[in-house]
């Protein structure tokens, strides 16, 4: 089979294009993935310029339409994870309390695939060796386990990220979206979608609007 260098050199500039637009449009989050859709869709393109720019079958306008239809679809798929709740949990799932003052729940080290000897892992990773050394401890979305120590200050929780409620959050310091509603009004704030970030500490309520 004989090479066509020009071909393979265009698929790779028109791949490189790709990436860096795709990168500036959405964020930098596929530079350091922080959730599913960013760590997939790097394989994905991975996939498509690898499988391509040597497939001499494929010419250079089918290859940028296979591009461009990539692309749309990584756009659509961000947006509607950033705007819409229900998609957001099912790509990017939802943080999971592992350990809630020094007890350790074993059903939701299952329901996230952790052992026993992954959690003591984790927590010795972090230089935690005994659980009632832990106030809480929660599994993120990217598999990262953050961890509040006892007599450690509670971090603030964001209650509200780009104009969506985060439920999960609500239930993990036992308060409702009514009661964040309730409160967010007082301090006039009525549309929650114009909010970018709302967090909870101590009682104290902070919102940064768009």
């Known amino acids: 089979m004989t090479l066509n260098f020009l071909e393979i050199l265009i698929k790779l500039a028109l791949g490189l294009f790709s990436l860096v637009f795709v990168i500036n449009v959405t964020g930098k989050g596929n530079l350091a993935p922080n959730s599913a859709i960013d760590q997939i869709q790097n394989y994905v393109l991975g996939g498509i310029i ?7 079958s494929i010419n250079i306008p089918q290859y940028a339409i296979i591009l461009i239809m990539w692309t749309i679809l990584v756009l659509t798929l961000k947006w509607l994870n950033n705007n819409i709740r229900t998609v957001k949990h099912l790509i990017d799932g939802k943080p999971t ?3 809630q003052h020094g007890k350790l729940s074993p059903e939701a080290c299952r329901s996230v ?5 992954d959690v003591a892992l984790k927590l010795r990773s972090q230089g935690i060796f005994q659980l009632k050394q832990v106030k809480r401890a929660v599994m993120e979305q990217n598999g990262q386990l ?6 450690e200050e509670n971090p603030k ?3 509200i ?3 969506v409620v985060q ?18 009004a007082k301090e006039g704030y009525t549309d929650i979608s114009n909010i970018f970030i709302a967090e909870y ?7 940064v609007t768009y």
């Open 50 to 56: 690898g499988g391509v720019i040597y497939n001499s």
């Open 97 to 99: 309390t592992l350990i």
């Open 113 to 117: 695939g952790l052992s026993a000897a």
């Open 146 to 151: 953050i961890v509040v120590q006892a007599g």
């Open 157 to 159: 929780y964001p209650v």
């Open 161 to 163: 990220t780009d104009g």
């Open 167 to 184: 439920i999960d959050i609500l239930e993990s310091i036992d308060k409702t979206e009514e009661w964040l509603i309730e409160r967010l």
């Open 201 to 207: 500490e101590s009682g104290n309520l902070s919102v």
